[in-house]
């Protein structure tokens, strides 16, 4: 039996506590570390985990240690785009949040959840899978997955 789970709506605070995790990790010396907008983005977050056919996913692990906690989170999106040669359909998965609790690390967690979501994104016909942000401590288990270092032409707008 697996150790990975889709994620539930009951588990909607964890999975922000972990995104945030994640996101103090990548942008320390930027971010402020506030968890004030979990609030707001927990009703969303709830809706979206309860739909178990839509374009979004989360997986994660429980953790061993802590009742209640997740050791581990993986979560993306299936998108469309036009299709071009080598994605005929255009269908692109997109993995947003990958985070593993600081003491449950290098268990294996993150990739167990990692093969749980590119699996789910082959059963929705993903031509590829995007990820976007990758620490220099997790680029090993990525590329051990097949991941490569793509130029990134990208540019963001803020609305």
Do not use: K
Request: neutral net charge; aromatic residues 6%.
């Amino acid at each position: 039996m697996s150790l990975v789970r889709r994620a539930r709506p009951e588990d909607a605070a964890e999975v922000l506590r972990l995104r945030q995790v994640m996101i103090d990790s990548l942008w320390s010396a930027g971010g402020s570390g506030s968890t004030e907008w979990h609030a707001q983005s927990l009703p969303a977050l709830r809706e979206r985990l309860a739909e178990q056919d839509g374009d979004f996913a989360a997986f994660v692990v429980e953790h061993p240690g802590r009742p209640g906690a997740l050791a581990a989170l993986v979560a993306g999106t299936v998108e469309y785009r036009i299709g071009r040669a080598g994605n005929p359909r255009g269908r692109v998965g997109h993995v947003f949040s990958v985070a593993t609790d600081p003491d449950a690390r290098r268990r294996g967690y993150a990739r167990a959840c990692m093969e749980e979501l590119l699996g789910w994104f082959r059963a929705r016909g993903a031509g590829h899978v995007l990820l976007l942000n990758a620490s220099p401590e997790a680029e090993p288990l990525y590329t051990s997955l097949g991941f490569t270092r793509d130029p990134d032409p990208s540019m963001r707008l803020p609305l």
